[in-house]
Nanobody, 125 residues
């Protein structure tokens, strides 16, 4: 069983930076994608960035140029470096792992079946 655990959320002013980590015990190459998703109050869960087991990365338009997803050499910890944060980035950030296939939507939350508990990110103006 894969169990992601997020850490690193917090509060920051607009323009600041935060780094999130996700340690996914039990993750193997079978879970070929891991990603970060977020959910703001009253909104659906949206994909932010994903990374494949081999290291390919994909970003939502809102994250491009500001966020960077990466993983460690053991492939069981992923990171999200968030720079130039905006108030609209405020949300609970979730880490997820899943097995995706050709044609899967990489940033769609229901493609992923192992989820962490989430960590709060608050950006004040």
């Amino acid at each position: 069983q894969v169990q992601p655990v997020e850490s690193g959320g917090g509060s920051v002013q607009a323009g600041g930076s935060l780094s999130l980590s996700c340690a996914a015990s039990g993750r193997t190459s079978a879970q070929n994608y891991m990603g970060w998703f977020r959910q703001a109050p009253g909104k659906g869960r949206e994909g932010v960035a994903t990374i494949t087991y081999s290291g390919l990365t994909y970003y939502a338009d809102s994250a491009k140029g500001r966020f960077t997803i990466s993983q460690d050499g053991a492939k069981n910890t992923i990171y999200l470096q968030m720079n130039n944060l905006r108030p609209e980035d405020s949300a609970i950030y979730y880490c997820a792992a899943g097995t995706l296939w050709a044609g899967s939507e990489r940033l769609r939350s229901d493609e992923y079946n192992f989820w962490g508990q989430g960590t709060q990110v608050t950006v004040s103006s």
